[in-house]
């Protein structure tokens, strides 16, 4: 699984873990973050268990897991978190930040103990006594409870699956490059798994009044700079909810 570091200051970093070659075709891409914040560390959206192993391997030559604080799980999909009992089993200690209408659901993951609720609103999302991580409100755009995780600090904007891609394993760019030529790897999904044309148009609504210089999704690359509001015009301009 490949290694990226996307912000690095004197006390917090983002590292990015995914487009893992060895990976099964049939398990769909995703990224993985760690966030940093004096040295301890939150996973954000930690992934599947089928990736777990290679993650694993792969974070363990990023940070000990004695400096690991947290785990936030943006939504309930499997491709999210139903690695959390893994991680537990390896670190019972870990906190875990989920939405509240999921906490039942996530439950069946194995997690065996209580998450820590997110409510509908949001909230601050603390990391070793950090207060500029928020959990923004994203209900409905994918999932009915769901939310992006702001970093003001370091101005990345983790948008779950909204800016979503599905590329070929022959793309490894981390960044989009080509904002009309990547067009095509985001569309079908954000049409198919997309619900609300008003929760997606107020979603883009907050997201703009953010400043933002990444926008980090779960799936496919990167934007950064102008490609952020690129990405907010055409999503608003989208019309989503169609299964053909
Ligand atoms: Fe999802
Ligand atoms: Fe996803």
């Keep these: 699984m490949k290694t990226t570091t996307i912000y690095k200051d004197d006390v917090r970093s ?12 049939n398990v769909i891409d995703t990224n993985q973050y760690l966030i940093t914040h004096r040295d301890r560390g939150m996973l954000v959206d930690p992934g599947g268990s089928e990736i777990f192993p290679s993650y694993l391997t792969a974070l363990s030559n990023t940070i000990s897991m004695e400096d690991l604080e947290s785990i936030f799980a943006s939504h309930q999909d499997p491709d999210i978190v ?9 670190k019972p200690e870990l906190e875990f930040f989920a939405p509240s209408i999921w906490e ?48 003001e600090r370091a101005k990345i904007f983790f948008s779950g699956d909204s800016g979503a891609a599905l590329l070929p394993p022959s793309h ?14 985001m569309e079908g999904f954000h049409k198919r798994w997309m619900p609300s044309n008003r929760a997606k148009n107020n979603w883009v609504k907050r997201v703009r009044e953010l400043d933002i210089d990444i926008m980090a999704p779960q799936h496919g690359a990167l934007f950064r700079g102008d490609d952020v509001q690129r990405f907010l015009d055409w999503f608003e301009a989208l019309e989503v909810g169609i299964a053909a």
């Design 14 to 25: 983002w590292v990015m873990f995914g487009r893992d070659p060895n990976k099964a075709n």
């Design 82 to 90: 139903s690695s959390l009992a893994l991680w537990l089993g390896i």
């Design 104 to 151: 039942g659901f996530i439950a069946h993951f194995g997690a065996g103990r209580a998450a820590i609720p997110i409510p509908d609103e949001g909230m601050i999302i603390p990391l070793n006594g950090s207060s500029d991580l928020f959990a923004v409100p994203s209900h409905y755009v994918h999932s009915s409870g769901q939310y992006g995780l702001y970093d």
């Design 172 to 185: 490894g760019d981390i960044f989009v490059s080509n904002f009309d030529e990547h067009i095509q790897y």
